[in-house]
């Protein structure tokens, strides 16, 4: 595979500040979605790698937590200069190995790099207090200091932005990282160490372990004593096993895991918006975010109109490999999930609903499904209870908002919601009784830096993004001085 810009494709870990051999030798296919073929050869590190990269990453915090919030703010800036200057080479090299349309890939750099340049700014706006005493002659001061080091577990479905939105306030809080990308994805993850350091920053600050052995690196990332915090994104069931791994030694988590996001359509909404809405939300990188709507709760009054006009434009969505002009849906990311997807639309098809549109793999074939609108779902499709991470819109009619509200809340996941209504005391009485993070009135697009992103229930722990980010990665140190 080419990069245009070769000093981006990089086939070695980066541990230490330095391109080394994973300690075990051997390295693992990146393969094409699209092709399923063979686009690079990466070093698969294990067990012993991920404690080099830990000695490492100590090392260099001890020195970085001392460095000012001004220098630290002045490489990240260095850091998201360069990954614009480089946005198309790097969008191109995360269209190939995840398979997104290369306008989806391209926007997902500016959006990765919009944490870097946020996090810059923040670095300099940790602030302390002051607290009056409980007695004369004290003083109470309250510090914030780095975590420590480290370990950010990330997703293939944002294989760059999902790590600067966890390293870059990690680094402007004066601590150092590990990245553990994810095996289908590892070339955008490299990309990014190659430019933190032409960034300049110190040795071991930053370090890349891609590997196929997740559950080796991730046993020592969640186990090892000198990792004081471990941010994970990814599927509920996996982050239930971080964090039962991380109770040993009492780590710090962030956990941003999985959704089931109700999107609801009152018979007050303007069609045209929610449509388009719908569209944005449900099939976005082919339906394989977390905030993806899930389910889609629609009132009797605009039921037909809605379902009809949805796979209308549905139906206009052209399929297709990344690189082909045009494309809006690429394929999904393993045949794996092609097969999870098929068994999900096959389910709620053999319990009772009926397809409006594709429900079957693509003519294509490899890992194409067909963009699909399954209407009149019925309760017990696994389609409800599980997040489906594919182009797949089930509709279940409703009548009454304190019904809709019962059956948005009636799931263990709490991450994103949507709801569409004119109705000006709907949007604030829904938006408070709804049980999520984030909930997006007549508004379908929520993935924002300036916003706090993070679930409720068992969708996860803590925020990124936003001011609230760069806390996950401070802790807060009392200072009483007496004698005064
Ligand atoms: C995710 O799927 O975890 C992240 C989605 C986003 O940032 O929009």
């Not at 296919?29 to 070093?43: K, Q, R, S, W």
């Not at 319990?351 to 490899?366: D, F, P, Q, S």
């Amino acid at each position: 595979m080419n990069a245009r810009d070769s000093k981006l494709l990089r086939h070695k870990a980066f541990i230490g500040g330095e391109w080394v051999e994973a300690a075990r030798g051997g390295s693992f296919e990146v393969l094409d979605p699209a092709t399923g073929l063979a686009i690079a050869h990466v070093a698969d590190c294990s067990a012993e790698d991920a404690e080099r990269a830990i000695e490492a990453a100590q090392a260099s915090f001890v020195v970085w937590r001392a460095t000012l919030a001004r220098e630290r703010a002045r490489l990240l800036r260095r850091w998201h200069e360069l990954i614009m200057e480089h946005k198309d080479d790097l969008g191109d090299l995360l269209a190939r190995e995840q398979g997104k349309p290369l306008a989806e890939a391209r926007a997902e750099i500016v959006y990765g790099a919009a944490f870097v340049e946020w996090f810059a700014e923040e670095a300099r706006r940790v602030y302390g207090d002051l607290i009056d005493a409980p007695a004369p002659g004290r003083e109470i001061l309250v510090m914030k200091q780095p975590v420590g080091v480290v370990a950010a577990i990330t997703p293939w479905n944002f294989p760059n932005a999902m790590i600067t939105r966890k390293i870059a306030p990690a680094l402007a809080a004066g601590c150092a990282a590990i990245v553990k990308p994810a095996e289908e994805t590892p070339l955008s993850a490299l990309a990014l160490g190659a430019l933190a350091q032409e960034a300049g920053f110190p040795r071991g600050l930053v370090n890349i372990l891609p590997t196929t052995r997740a559950a080796e690196v991730g046993r020592v990332l969640t186990s090892h004593p000198l990792v004081r915090k471990v941010s994970f994104t990814g599927s509920t069931e996996v982050g239930r096993t971080i964090m039962r791994q991380s109770a040993e030694t009492i780590k710090s988590l962030s956990l941003e895991l999985g959704g089931n996001a109700p999107f609801i359509v009152f018979d007050d909404a303007d069609l045209d918006a929610v449509v388009a809405g719908a569209v944005a939300s449900k099939y976005r990188n082919s339906g394989q975010t977390c905030v993806c709507a899930n389910r889609f709760y629609v009132q009797a009054g605009i039921y037909e109109a809605f379902a009809e006009k949805l796979a209308a434009a549905v139906r206009a969505l052209k399929v297709g490999a990344a690189f082909e002009p045009g494309t809006q849906q690429g394929p999904l990311i393993t045949p794996e999930a092609v097969a999870k997807v098929e068994s999900l639309v096959n389910d709620a098809v053999d319990k009772g609903a009926k397809l409006r549109l594709g429900g079957a793999r693509h003519a294509r074939g490899g890992n194409f499904f067909e963009p699909t609108v399954l209407a009149d779902v019925p309760a017990d499709a696994r389609l409800l209870t599980e997040e489906i991470f594919g182009p797949v819109a089930a509709l279940v009619r409703f009548e009454t908002e304190t019904e809709v509200i019962g059956l948005a809340n009636a799931s263990e996941a709490g991450l994103a919601a949507y709801f569409y209504t004119k109705d000006l005391a709907r949007a604030f009485r829904v938006a408070r009784a709804i049980e999520a993070g984030i909930v997006g009135v007549n508004q379908a697009v929520i993935s924002t830096v300036e916003a706090p992103f993070g679930g409720v229930k068992q969708s996860g722990l803590g925020r990124e993004g936003a001011r609230h980010g760069i806390d996950e990665y401070l802790e807060v140190k009392a200072v009483h001085i007496g004698g005064l």
